[in-house]
Each structure stands twice: as C-alpha cells, then as structure tokens.
C-alpha cells in the first residue's frame, strides 16, 4: 500500500506559478513510476493525464498542454514527487492529482494508488 498526499495547490492569477508536491508513505516508494494527473471542473468523470516520471527519475513524459511551461520531478531520499508549474492558464483550473504506478503511461487506469488532491485555479 502507498498512501499519497498532494500539497501546494491555491489561487494564481494567469501567468503566475504554482508549485505541487506528492509526499508518499507505506510501500517502497523508489519502485513505482509516479504521475500527475487532473480533473477540471465540469468534467468529474474524466482524469486527464498531465505528466509522469519513472521511478529513477529517467524518462518523464508530459501532455501537450503543458509541454514546456509544467516539470516533474522526484527525490525519492525524501518519498516526494513535484510539479512545478509556470506560465499558468485559466484552463489549468483543475483538481490536481498525484499518482503511483508501475510504469510511465498516460491512462489513469494503470495508476493503482492515488492522492485525494489538490485544487489549482488560475484566474484571468
């Protein structure tokens, strides 16, 4: 069992940064591929990929929207992921979760444990 907890989420004005992080407990958290994934409003069925890294750090894997302006990444000596969001955008409102599973994919099936997540909204 990993139990995850996402911190770092509040209000920012368009242009602003924010910066999430993913603090883990429980099973061995260097074992798992991590992602961040999230909900906006309106949309409470659907959990749209945003980024994930490998459990070394090697290979991350980012959604076109966010290609460029958002980084992932991870210390595993301190059991945390981060996602360091600039250049934020009214459409980057969303519920923001964290997420572990075994690989670096972009379906949110394949994640077995989640967070309860954070919220983000940019205003105009």
């Known amino acids: 069992q990993v139990h995850l907890v996402e911190s770092g989420g509040g209000l920012v004005q368009a242009g602003g940064s924010l910066r999430l992080s993913c603090a883990a407990s429980g099973r061995s958290f260097s074992n798992f591929a991590l992602a961040w994934f999230r909900q906006p409003p309106g949309k409470e069925r659907e959990r749209e990929f945003v980024?994930?890294?490998?459990?070394?750090?090697?290979?991350?894997d980012y959604a076109d929207s966010v290609k460029g302006r958002f980084t992932i990444s991870r210390d595993n000596s301190k059991n945390a992921v981060y996602l360091q969001m600039n250049s934020l955008k009214p459409e980057d409102t969303a519920v923001y979760y964290c997420?572990?599973?075994?690989?670096?994919?972009?379906?949110?099936?394949?994640?077995?444990?989640w967070g309860q997540g954070t919220q983000v909204t940019v205003s105009s």
């Open positions: 997420a572990a599973g075994p690989m670096v994919v972009v379906f949110a099936t394949a994640f077995e444990y």
């Open positions: 980024s994930a890294i490998s459990w070394n750090g090697a290979n991350t």
